[in-house]
């Protein structure tokens, strides 16, 4: 029943599969389950886009910024005590440029973001039951079929023991991943609940009912509920997934975007509430004893404890992200022009603090410390304009309607919420996570400068 009700939305993949598009999001939908099939589509399809449009990929100055920050990437490779290592560091990079650049131009429309959010909630939900089911049902198996087409590991009780990590590496990797998915699958929700209240006609509050009341708008066409009921299911599902994911950063992101959706919607006992509840785990993991007493009353320690920490007592002074930060930023003075070469932190760290650390919890440290200051603010100049002229083209656009907008702030917000994971932690070592942010950053950048030509042929004609 659920597969026929959602036919509809998906019409688009029977009548053209055989376009781009349709081979990039069937990649997204089996990324999760098979990183392989999913790399090998998006490299297939990034190169046919860059042989179909490569002068207008060219032409854009976005992509120069791209092409110069690469040259800037290999320089400080050169420049590395390890090069070897250096020069394996740059796939973390480079390869995805590419895939940005290509799909910029391949991806153009609203209708494209919502059939790729659509995609992504859908491929979330196998491993958020196989989730659920590791830390639950004490799930637990290795399969590999095809040698790694179809390579699926779910350790007993996740990892770290008692955090839900799926068929991702770690628990946070995993928590990043949902929050991603978690925010373009409460966009779309609100964009369901939005189209249930104009078919039924109810008189509700909020920014996007009051503007559809304005015009006089109504819906006419029948409205499936199922599409609601499916999306009410995966919000809920990777919410609850997210929570045992025991990711600190993850919750935080999470209610974050609760917060700003609830405000973009005008709903201000929505915006309350939640402050009221964020504020009580707060008070209860930091408050003076005889407050957090009382809160911790109500607030179970799940919550409190994870914050403050009693939870993982007595943790090496080397673990906590404030020692890892001073080490990065050290090495950044010492070297702030090339740095010492990307994957060098690892060996650096464990040769000072004589413990294994794979990165330093922080993407913008680790850059400014492998690949010297230049780089890594060319990397956050690009990462800046596209969320500003984003903003821009969200406020004061004339050519997208209310319902569009949603979709958008959707994107925008799944964008500052990647860039909030990166100052507490680093994504682009998971291949699946890496393309999916880079994806979804390529998909902000083609609808913007999709909609900026409108604009600038538009002020032309005046």
């Not at 990183?35 to 886009?49: E, R």
């Not at 009912?209 to 819906?219: F, I, N, S, T, V």
């Not at 999470?254 to 929505?270: E, K, M, N, V």
């Not at 699946?432 to 999709?450: K, T």
Request: proline content about 4%.
């Amino acid at each position: 029943m659920l597969g026929a009700s959602l036919n509809k939305i998906f019409d688009y993949f029977k009548s053209r599969w055989q376009s781009s598009w349709n081979y990039s999001l069937w990649a997204l939908l089996i990324f999760p389950l098979s990183p392989l099939v999913g790399a090998v589509t998006v490299g297939f399809v990034s190169l046919i886009t860059w042989l179909k449009q490569s002068r207008k990929i060219n032409r854009r100055p976005l992509n120069w910024g791209f092409a110069l920050l690469s040259f800037l990437l290999i320089v400080s490779a050169g420049f590395a005590q390890d090069k070897t290592a250096a020069f394996l560091g740059l796939f973390n990079l480079l390869p995805f440029f590419l895939l940005f650049a290509a799909h910029s131009a391949l991806i153009q429309t609203f209708t494209q973001l919502r059939q790729m959010a659509w995609v992504l909630v859908i491929g979330s939900m196998p491993v958020a039951i196989m989730g659920l089911g590791q830390l639950f049902l004490g799930w637990s198996f290795k399969f590999q079929f095809v040698w790694v087409v179809f390579s699926w590991t779910i350790r007993p009780g996740g990892n770290p023991p008692g955090r839900i990590a799926s068929l991702f590496l770690h628990a946070n990797t995993f928590a990043a991943y949902l929050v991603i998915v978690f925010i373009l699958g409460l966009g779309l929700w609100i964009e369901q609940w939005r189209l249930a209240i104009g078919y039924w006609g109810l008189n509700i509050k909020g920014r996007g009912a009051d503007r559809q009341r304005d015009r006089g708008e109504r819906l006419t066409a029948p409205h499936s509920p199922v599409p609601f009921l499916f999306l009410t299911v995966a919000v809920i599902a990777n919410f609850i997934t997210l929570i045992f994911t025991n990711s600190r950063n993850g919750w935080a992101i999470a209610i974050f975007a609760c917060l700003a959706y609830a405000l973009y919607q005008g709903w201000r006992i929505l915006v309350g509430s939640v402050a009221a509840i964020v504020s009580s785990i707060l008070l209860a993991a930091f408050a003076p004893s005889p407050v957090a007493h009382i809160f911790r009353l109500v607030v179970p320690a799940f919550f409190w404890a994870r914050l403050n920490d009693d939870m993982y007592p007595d943790r090496p002074v080397a673990l906590m992200r404030k020692t890892q930060w001073e080490f990065a930023w050290s090495l950044a003075q010492q070297h702030p022009w090339s740095g010492w070469g990307l994957r060098s932190f690892s060996t650096l760290y464990k040769a000072k603090m004589q413990i294994p650390l794979g990165h330093p919890h922080n993407l913008f440290l680790m850059l400014s410390a492998e690949t010297g200051f230049p780089s890594a603010f060319l990397f956050c100049g690009l990462l800046a304009w596209i969320l500003i002229i984003s903003v821009q083209l969200l406020q004061k656009s004339k050519y997208i309607n209310t319902g569009d907008k949603l979709i958008f702030f959707s994107y925008l917000l799944s964008f500052v919420g990647w860039i909030l994971l990166n100052t507490v932690d680093v994504t682009l070592f998971d291949f699946r996570l890496n393309a999916l942010s880079w994806l979804i950053l390529a998909a902000i950048a083609g609808v913007v400068h999709r909609y900026h030509e409108k604009d600038r042929l538009a002020s032309h004609q005046n």
